[in-house]
């Protein structure tokens, strides 16, 4: 299961650069349900994901590179491309925020994400100062849904 909520971030702070950072890429192979592909630095991964927002079911299987680079061209729609860093939540002491930088057709376009154990815990959530619109509940935002074409393009 995974307990998320996700932020849009209009101004990353300044040393976001100096967090450990994975460079992502994602393709969708179908939307209802999602079944995702993605190669995470050197490893890669099919992912199916249940319906919900905040929370949904979520099962990773193991890809070859070979594999992945076979399904990529089956994939429907925008191949994603990001960085994600990874920044301890200071405040929680166990919690970590998931900054994604996009760069391809969404470049300028930042999310941050944070998982949580609970749904009490997410829906408890007091986000940092930093963090602008949630878009948690709105799904515009679902990587999914950018796959798609279907949220504005920053410039």
Same mark, same amino acid.
């Not at 399904?71 to 925020?97: C, E, F, H």
């Given at each position: 299961?995974? =307990?998320?909520?996700?932020?849009?971030?209009?101004?990353?702070?300044?040393?976001?650069?100096? *967090?450990?950072?994975?460079? =992502? !890429?994602?393709?969708?192979?179908?939307?209802?349900?999602?079944? +995702? =592909? +993605?190669?995470? @630095?050197?490893?890669?991964?099919?992912?199916?994901? #249940?319906? #919900?927002? %905040?929370?949904?079911?979520?099962? @990773?299987?193991?890809?070859?590179?070979?594999?992945?680079?076979?399904? %990529?061209?089956?994939?429907? $729609?925008?191949?994603?491309?990001?960085?994600? *860093?990874?920044?301890?939540?200071?405040?929680?002491?166990?919690?970590?925020?998931?900054?994604?930088?996009?760069? $391809?057709?969404?470049? $300028?376009? =930042?999310?941050?994400?944070?998982?949580?154990?609970?749904?009490?815990?997410? +829906?408890?959530?007091?986000?940092? !100062?930093?963090?602008? +619109?949630?878009?948690?509940?709105? #799904?515009?935002?679902?990587?999914s849904r950018l796959s798609q074409g279907?949220?504005?393009?920053?410039?």
């Open positions: 299961m995974e =307990i998320e909520r996700k932020f849009l971030i209009e101004k990353a702070p300044d040393d976001y650069c100096s *967090y450990p950072c994975r460079r =992502i !890429e994602q393709a969708y192979l179908c939307t209802s349900p999602v079944v +995702r =592909i +993605r190669r995470d @630095n050197e490893d890669y991964y099919l992912t199916y994901k #249940g319906k #919900g927002l %905040l929370a949904r079911e979520e099962y @990773n299987l193991p890809l070859t590179e070979e594999a992945y680079h076979h399904l %990529l061209t089956k994939a429907d $729609g925008i191949v994603l491309t990001k960085k994600r *860093y990874m920044i301890p939540l200071a405040s929680s002491g166990s919690l970590t925020i998931e900054l994604d930088v996009f760069e $391809g057709d969404y470049q $300028g376009l =930042i999310l941050a994400e944070v998982e949580f154990p609970t749904e009490e815990e997410a +829906r408890a959530f007091t986000p940092p !100062e930093w963090f602008a +619109r949630d878009v948690t509940f709105s #799904g515009e935002y679902q990587n279907s949220a504005q393009r920053k410039d």
